[in-house]
């Protein structure tokens, strides 16, 4: 069956380090991998999108690698703020062409200053 | 704020219950997706219309139904309410079919007694 990991456990930081999160998937071909923020209580909100022919693609202090042999993607942060403590979710798409997501369970990120 | 709508914000209700969630999607979209958000299960694809009309489904009960209006507004019907249903439910939209970024609304957030 399709399967989208990501680790479970909270990722403790400092502010000012790099925060790297992991998504892997199995049993997927995606066209593209999509990342997404939520806060507690609320919906999630769009981050960034790479697209299978791309390796890696960068917003002001996100990055995002798309590696889809080894079927794994890493989302950093650099310059962590407690701001950006939050829960991260990866996103593939089901269906090309109608895009229908499957979501991963998420990783909650803890910036302390 | 990302101009999907979603209403009530609250619903506490029942077991055997009936309820019905209401979303408004951006001006423009034309796709609405539904999605079910439990601590256990993450966030799960449920429901997509398009421009009225079914596109795809998830993992939907069947006792959940949906529907889209003309003026592109969609509800998501709960009924025979369980407990295990209590959960919030998210609505996303898009501007077209094949469109790859979600916007979510706040969601609704879904007490079963």
């Known amino acids: 069956s399709q399967k989208i990991e990501q680790n479970s456990e909270a990722l403790n930081i400092q502010e000012g380090k790099t925060a790297t999160l992991t998504c892997n998937y199995t049993?997927?071909?995606?066209?593209?991998l999509q990342w997404y923020r939520q806060d507690p209580g609320r919906g999630p909100v769009f981050l960034l999108l790479?697209?299978?022919?791309?390796k890696e693609k960068r917003k002001e202090r996100l990055k995002v690698t798309f590696d889809t042999t080894l079927k794994q993607s890493l989302f950093h942060i650099t310059a962590s703020q407690p701001a950006d403590s939050a829960t991260y979710l990866c996103?593939?798409?089901?269906?090309?062409?109608?895009?229908?997501?499957?979501f991963g369970k998420g990783t909650m990120l803890l910036v302390s200053p | 704020d990302s101009g999907v709508t979603q209403t009530p914000k609250h619903l506490i209700t029942a077991t055997g219950q009936r309820v019905t969630l209401r979303c408004s999607p951006r001006?423009?979209?034309?796709?609405v997706y539904w999605y079910q958000q439990s601590l256990d299960q993450g966030l799960q694809f449920l429901i997509q219309?398009?421009?009225?009309?079914?596109?795809a489904k998830g993992n939907i009960l069947e006792r959940f139904s949906a529907q889209q209006f003309p003026d592109l507004h969609s509800e998501l019907n709960l009924s025979s309410l369980e407990l295990g249903d209590s959960a919030l439910y998210f609505c996303?939209?898009?501007?077209?079919?094949?469109?790859?970024?979600?916007?979510f609304g706040p969601g609704t957030r879904l007490l079963v007694l």
């Open positions: 996303a939209s898009s501007p077209r079919r094949g469109a790859e970024t979600q916007y």
């Open positions: 049993n997927y071909s995606p066209a593209y």
């Open positions: 790479i697209r299978e022919n791309e």
């Open positions: 996103a593939l798409d089901l269906n090309s062409g109608y895009s229908t997501l499957t």
């Open positions: 001006s423009g979209d034309l796709s």
């Open positions: 219309y398009y421009n009225g009309e079914e596109r």
